[in-house]
């Protein structure tokens, strides 16, 4: 089992739309999590960090935690075409000291 | 001002080759790291060092040394290359080295082995 593991996709979601993305991972000790976004050709960015059980907001994007389930989300409202890249989840390991990054999701947005 | 800077950026070399991408950080940060990211846009650890000191050595190769003459800065070196060496090599640094600060990322060295 990978450890963190994502949908690589593609994700086709329309403009307006409410977009998607999930990721699990396996170490039930991780503490931090993270979302980041790569356009193609480019560096990765942060999005955003969660790190306790719930929904975290910033804007169009919410990141959902659920540690019982090993399940962390995103979302993203009102989507733009300009949000279409891969998006990559990351997750601690737990005692180890390292970001452990699933494969991605490559998200389009159509117009 | 670049906050993570690597060079070169592209980077065709053939098989055998020795080569090196050089790493520089100005956000003050304690902790650099050496990700590769595979042709199917998997982002992988290599390297990381807090403080010019080795922390994490993921199962790379031994033709692969990393150095860090100052925690400003980490260099990659990498020796006899190979067809299978052709990635995209991402430097990175945060404040702190335990998974959970945010990582700020280099624009990334395209290397290519022909």
């Known amino acids: 089992q990978k450890e963190v593991e994502q949908n690589s996709g593609p994700l086709s979601v329309p403009e307006g739309a409410i977009a998607s993305l999930n990721c699990t991972y396996s170490?039930?000790?991780?503490?931090?999590f993270f979302w980041y976004r790569q356009y193609s050709g480019k560096s990765p960015e942060l999005i955003m960090f969660?790190?306790?059980?719930g929904d975290k907001e910033d804007g169009r994007f919410t990141a959902q935690l659920n540690k019982a389930s090993q399940y962390v989300s995103l979302l993203i409202r009102d989507s733009q075409p300009s949000d279409s890249a891969t998006y990559l989840c990351?997750?601690?390991?737990?005692?180890?000291?390292?970001?452990?990054f699933g494969q991605g999701t490559r998200l389009t947005i159509n117009p | 001002d670049t906050a993570v800077s690597q060079t070169p950026k592209y980077l065709v070399t053939q098989m055998g080759n020795d080569k090196s991408i050089k790493c520089e950080q100005n956000?003050?940060?304690?902790?650099m790291y050496w990700y590769k990211q595979d042709s199917k846009k998997f982002l992988k650890i290599m390297f990381s060092?807090?403080?010019?000191?080795?922390?994490i050595n993921e199962t790379v190769p031994n033709r692969f040394s990393p150095k860090s003459p100052d925690k400003a800065h980490l260099n990659l070196h990498i020796n006899s290359l190979e067809l299978g060496d052709s990635a995209v090599y991402f430097c990175?640094?945060?404040?702190?080295?335990?998974?959970?600060?945010?990582?700020?990322f280099g624009e990334g060295s395209w290397l290519t082995v022909v």
């Open positions: 060092y807090n403080n010019k000191e080795l922390i």
């Open positions: 956000l003050g940060h304690d902790t």
């Open positions: 990351a997750v601690n390991g737990g005692g180890a000291q390292k970001l452990v």
């Open positions: 990175a640094s945060s404040q702190g080295g335990y998974g959970g600060n945010t990582i700020y």
């Open positions: 969660i790190y306790s059980n």
């Open positions: 170490d039930r000790g991780s503490q931090s």
